[in-house]
Every structure is written in structure tokens, then in C-alpha cells.
């Protein structure tokens, strides 16, 4: 008799986590396709918003892997826990139904929060961004130049970007003209961003590989900051300290990423009291990249 209850315990537990693996599995994929029809909305709108969206989405991607992860660890606890201490059985499958229920709340937390985001910029975007070029090969826009007193010439800062935006708008400019003008000026930093990471791979490495190129033309504008946050490794962070101290041209390059990304994340700081945007651009590529920059060169330890 003692065997059959266990076996018929064994059952229905192995049913419960079958069960909950499958409403896991569905919670995810409908949160996922719901974030990524916000993400078509926002394209379909503009191309403006398409980086943060996608940031967001690697970041809904890397929960849901953590709580599958948690799920399967939890799932073997249970089966070893059920084979050695039967009557452990019942405490087992309370804590499998806890930690399922806390991946699912993180997910639905975070989930929650890009839709949240994705209204207010909704509300902020009232007419629809032109559409963005899409005649390839091109190069990254340089920024906008202003005069200097005494004919020297440089390039615009964030804060000076919104400032003339501010100015054009006049009397007439609104919250929402202020942040078509906010948005409009961080993509226009990150392309700056995105084009500085070539001379740095560059400086790194004497001849970029030919595909690379091919894919930057044809539209692909991250492709050097990625390539340059992949090959991240000690020994990486070793010779980017080394150029950084040796290398005048180099050490211009690097300060001139960082300072552009600082500005950058001040500014969103400024108008996004929750720092959602903040933590967008801190984990995109191009946030990644800030990072390793700043932690090689002593800027950020």
C-alpha cells in the first residue's frame, strides 16, 4: 500500500511539473510576442525607438532563459529529493511551485514595464518620426558643428542639442515637441557612438575584417561595437589599457565614447525619473562597450 501511495504521489507531482513547465512556456512566449508587437508598432512609427525596444527585448530574453534555467534546476531537485526522501516529496513541490511563480512574476514585472514605456513614448511621439533612409552604402551622419568664438570649430554635445532644439521650438514648443527633440538627439549620439566604435576597432585591430565592412554598408551600424564587446576577455581589457596609456590617438577615441555616452545617460536621466532609459542604453551594445571601455581604462573601478 505504501508503494502504491508513493507511486501515485510520484504521478501526480510529475504531472504538476509538466503542467507548470507548459504554463511557464506560454507566459513567456505570449509576453514575448506581445513586446515584440510593440516593437513592430514602434517601427512601423519611426525607427527612433527601435534600439530601445530591442535592448528591452534582450533583457526579456535574458529573464526568461533565467527562470527556465531555475525551472530545470528546481525540476532535478525535486526528482532527487523525491527518489532519496519520499516524505520530502510534498516540500519539494512547494518549493518548484515558488520558484516558478517568482520567474513568472519577474517576467510579467518586466514585460509590464516596456509596455508602460512603450505608452508614454506613444504619448510623446504624437506625429509619426519621418521615415529613416534606407539608401545603402552610406556612412554615419557626422553632428552638427557650431562656431566658436575665434572661428574654432567642434561638435555639438547633448546638452547643446537639446538646448538648440529648445531654441527652434520658441514659444510655441511642447513637452511633447521636447521629447520628439530628446529622441531625435540620443539616436543621433548613439549613430556617433556606433561610428566611433570603428575607430576603435580599428586602432585595435590594424585591418578590420572585409565582412564587417559589407554589413555596416548595408545598414548593420552596431556591428563594431558588438564585435567589439564580444572579443572582451582579459586579455582584450590588457592591450586596451596599454593603448589607452601609450596611444594619444587611441586615448582621443576612448575619451571621446565615453564622454559622448556620459552626456548621454545624463540627459536621459534628467527626463526619465523611473532611469528606464538609462538602464536601455546601459545594456545595449553600445552601453556594453561604455562599460568595458571605462572599466579598462580605470574610469570606472
Known sequence: ATTEKLTAATGTLSRDVIQATEEMSGKVGAKTEELRALVERAAADGDHATDRFNAAMIGLGGTAREAGRALHEATDELASRMSELPSEAAESANALKDVLEEQISALAAIAEIVVRHARTLDRSSPQPYPAVERSFPRTAAPLPEIQRAGGERRR?????????????????????????????????????????????????????????????????????????????????????????????????????????????????????????????????????????????????S
Open 156 to 300: 555639438w554635445g547633448m546638452s547643446e542639442l537639446l538646448a538648440a532644439a529648445e531654441r527652434r521650438g520658441g514659444n510655441h514648443g511642447t513637452s511633447e515637441g521636447g521629447d520628439g527633440d530628446f529622441q531625435r538627439a540620443s539616436l543621433h549620439v548613439i549613430e556617433t557612438l556606433q561610428a566611433l566604435a570603428i575607430d576603435l576597432d580599428r586602432a585595435l585591430e590594424q585591418s578590420p575584417p572585409p565582412e564587417l565592412w559589407q554589413r555596416y554598408q548595408a545598414g548593420e551600424r552596431n556591428v563594431f561595437t558588438r564585435r567589439l564587446y564580444n572579443l572582451a576577455g582579459r586579455e582584450l581589457y590588457d592591450r586596451i589599457a596599454q593603448k589607452y596609456h601609450k596611444d594619444g590617438e587611441f586615448r582621443g577615441h576612448v575619451d571621446r565614447f565615453l564622454g559622448s555616452f556620459e552626456e548621454l545617460l545624463g540627459a536621459a536621466t534628467a527626463r526619465d525619473r523611473d532611469n528606464i532609459l538609462v538602464d536601455t542604453y546601459l545594456t545595449s551594445d553600445t552601453g556594453k562597450v561604455y562599460l568595458m571601455l571605462g572599466q579598462a581604462t580605470g574610469k570606472l
